[in-house]
């Protein structure tokens, strides 16, 4: 199984790996953090069942798993026959009713709480009681999310980072009612993947966006005064301040509606007005130009390099 980026480990230890009492793993959500789960869940040997709203959508996201564990084989983090058995153990579905049989069902949809609220109750319906429910939101209430289903002493949040085969840490959050034994197959959980885990408290954006966004956010201000342009705000930040990526970069890999969501999630949560979204995010939200995954947002992605978009 992947363990970082930079470690070989034979495919006969991928099955070991495994939380004992969880087999099967369904995601809901196809996205790029819903395909990057999807990936290394299978990787290290547990069956996982992809949701979506529609097929293209999930055939995009098997596209983009295949496509990534190419490049794994080609930077020798794994082997041909783990390929092999990773998209075995993958399978599709537009119906939450193949949930029947999963685990440990981890929601991954677009950041609205509503959508999640909706997803979780159509969950509760499906999944077997000893099932937990995970989410991977970035800044909504666990607690909150928990209490609108049929188990909040099972329900966890499970803060993957993006790229998820790449990133090495798991944010994890604990609702005010999780128990004690779904946060220890969380941490199992995590730990069978490789993953380096962190507690955050339930708090709006908890620990990572909490910090990063609110600085990206800034940058965008930056950009919408004119302090600077895109590409020398991104520099600054890259060479001034040693980040691997410059914070409008980042914004656009990140989503601009996921940036925004959790700009609206500390605002309202924190009622401090130093969490306003700058009007400049809302505009390009607006126009649909959210970021990389829409071919466009600060940079236009559309050619053979990026370009600033304006
Ligand atoms: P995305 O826009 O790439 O994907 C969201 C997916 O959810 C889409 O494919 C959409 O069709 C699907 N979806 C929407 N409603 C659905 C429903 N009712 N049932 C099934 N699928 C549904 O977004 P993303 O970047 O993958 O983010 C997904 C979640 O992960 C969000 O909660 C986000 O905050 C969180 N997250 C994102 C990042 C990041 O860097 N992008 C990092 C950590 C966590």
């Known amino acids: 199984m992947l363990r970082g980026t930079s470690e070989v480990y034979p495919s006969s230890c991928l099955k070991e790996n495994r939380v004992v009492n969880i087999k099967k793993v369904g995601i809901v959500g196809a996205g790029q953090m819903g395909n990057g789960i999807a990936h290394i869940c299978a990787l290290s040997g547990y069956d996982v069942v992809l949701s979506d709203v529609s097929q293209?959508?999930?055939?995009?996201?098997?596209?983009?798993?295949e496509t990534n564990l190419a490049?794994?084989?080609?930077?020798?983090?794994?082997?041909l026959s783990d390929i092999e058995q990773t998209r075995a153990r993958i399978s599709l579905t537009t119906d939450l009713a193949a949930f029947a049989n999963v685990d440990l069902a981890i929601e991954a949809a677009t950041e609205r709480r509503e959508t999640k609220e909706q997803i979780f109750s159509q969950l509760c319906a499906v999944v077997p009681d000893h099932t937990i429910l995970a989410t991977n939101t970035s800044s909504i209430s666990v607690t909150r999310l928990a209490s609108t289903t049929d188990?909040?002493?099972?329900f966890i949040g499970l803060h993957f980072m993006n790229p998820v085969p790449l990133m090495k840490l798991m944010e994890i959050i604990r609702g005010l009612a999780t128990d004690q034994a779904t946060y220890d197959a969380a941490?199992?959980?995590a730990d069978s993947l490789g993953k380096t885990t962190t507690n955050a408290e339930d708090y709006p954006a908890f620990i990572v966006n909490r910090v990063l966004i609110p600085m990206i956010n800034e940058a965008i201000y930056?950009?919408?005064?004119?302090?600077g342009t895109v590409e020398s705000i991104d520099t600054a930040m890259r060479l001034g301040a040693n980040h691997p990526m410059g914070p409008l970069t980042l914004a656009d890999f990140i989503g601009l509606d996921t940036c925004l969501s959790i700009m609206q999630v500390l605002h309202d949560g924190?009622?401090?007005?130093?969490?306003?979204?700058?009007?400049?995010?809302?505009k390009y939200v607006e126009a649909g130009w959210v970021g990389r995954k829409a071919g466009r947002g600060f940079y236009d992605y559309r050619g053979d390099t990026p370009v600033p978009s304006r």
């Open 187 to 189: 941490i199992a959980f």
């Open 71 to 79: 490049r794994q084989l080609a930077r020798e983090l794994i082997q």
């Open 151 to 154: 188990r909040p002493e099972k």
């Open 270 to 282: 924190l009622a401090d007005t130093k969490y306003r979204p700058c009007p400049l995010l809302v």
């Open 56 to 65: 293209d959508r999930l055939d995009q996201a098997l596209g983009e798993i």
């Open 222 to 227: 930056a950009l919408y005064e004119g302090v």
